[in-house]
């Protein structure tokens, strides 16, 4: 199948807004634990502190876990999108999506219909 515009959709903005600010999470956890202000983030922000004081050695794997995890998402997409069918760039922006964004894109890739398939009306 062809490489088209209708063989892909992107992650929806909220989507990657989770993703990104989860990311800055991680980021300032693992880079400026002493020099972030958690209190301002409630909830969230006493437990990041929490974790990072009693577990240390967690939240410096977390990376590698998370690297792991979308890699697995990404295989995981590589044969959902041989078996629909998907391939050249389409293939390549889901992939590369799901590598950065895992089940926010992956879970739409199970649901998506390819153009050959969708019928028209």
């Known amino acids: 199948m062809a490489a088209t515009k209708e063989n892909f959709q992107r ?10 600010v989860f990311f800055a999470l991680i980021g300032l956890a693992l880079f400026a634990p ?3 202000p958690w209190y301002v983030m409630g909830p969230v922000g006493s437990f990041v502190q929490k974790t990072i004081k009693t577990d240390p050695e967690r939240v410096q794997q977390l990376p590698l876990r998370i690297l792991g995890m979308h890699t697995l998402e ?7 999108t041989l078996y629909k069918g998907i391939s050249g760039a389409a ?3 889901w992939l590369l999506q799901t590598l950065v964004f895992g089940v ?3 879970v739409p890739l199970v649901m998506f219909t390819p153009a050959k398939d969708r019928k028209i009306k």
């Not at 992650?11 to 990104?20: K, N, R, S």
């Open 74 to 80: 990404t295989v995981i997409a590589f044969f959902i």
């Open 104 to 106: 926010f894109s992956l």
């Open 11 to 20: 992650v929806p903005f909220w989507a990657a807004g989770i993703v990104l």
């Open 91 to 93: 293939r390549q922006k």
């Open 34 to 36: 002493d020099a972030t």
